[in-house]
C-alpha cells in the first residue's frame, strides 16, 4: 500500500521559515515526479512546486522563497518556505505519480495523495 505522509505544518509568522516534509512508503517515485500542491480556504487547490528527473518546477509566487528536495534514500521529499505571507496559508498536500510534463502543474496523472498539512501564516 502507498502512502505519502506529511508533515511539518503549523502557525508561522510572516516572514518567518518553516518546512514541510513527505515521507512516502510503498514504492519510490524516482523515475516519476513528486510535488506539493495546496489549496486555501474558499480556492482551488493550486500548484506550488514540483520535482522531476532532477528538475524543479515551481509556481511563480513561491520562486525564490520555497525550494523542494527530494531524498531518495529516505524516500522523502521537502519543501523549504521562507518569506512566508499570509498568503500561503492553506493546507499544503503531497502528489507522486507519473504526469505528462504538460500535466504536473495541473494536478492530473498523480496516483498518489497525502491526506494535507495545514500552514497558518499569522502575526
Known amino acids: 500500500q502507498v502512502q505519502l505522509v506529511e508533515s511539518g505544518g503549523g502557525l508561522v509568522q510572516p516572514g518567518g521559515s518553516l518546512r514541510l516534509s513527505c515521507a512516502v512508503s510503498?514504492?519510490?517515485?524516482?523515475?516519476?515526479?513528486m510535488a506539493w500542491f495546496r489549496q486555501a480556504a474558499g480556492k482551488e487547490r493550486e500548484f506550488v512546486a514540483a520535482?522531476?528527473?532532477?528538475?524543479?518546477y515551481y509556481e511563480d509566487s513561491v520562486k525564490g522563497r520555497f525550494t523542494i528536495s527530494r531524498d531518495s534514500a529516505k524516500n522523502t521529499v521537502d519543501l523549504q518556505m521562507n518569506s512566508l505571507n499570509p498568503e500561503d496559508s492553506a493546507v499544503y498536500y503531497c502528489?507522486?505519480?507519473?504526469?505528462?510534463?504538460?500535466?504536473?502543474?495541473?494536478?492530473?496523472?498523480?496516483?498518489?495523495w497525502g491526506q494535507g498539512t495545514r500552514l497558518t501564516v499569522s502575526s
Open positions: 502528489a507522486g505519480g507519473t504526469p505528462i510534463l504538460s500535466e504536473i502543474r495541473r494536478g492530473r496523472g498523480y496516483g498518489y
Open positions: 520535482v522531476r528527473s532532477g528538475r524543479t
Open positions: 510503498g514504492r519510490t517515485f524516482t523515475s516519476g515526479t
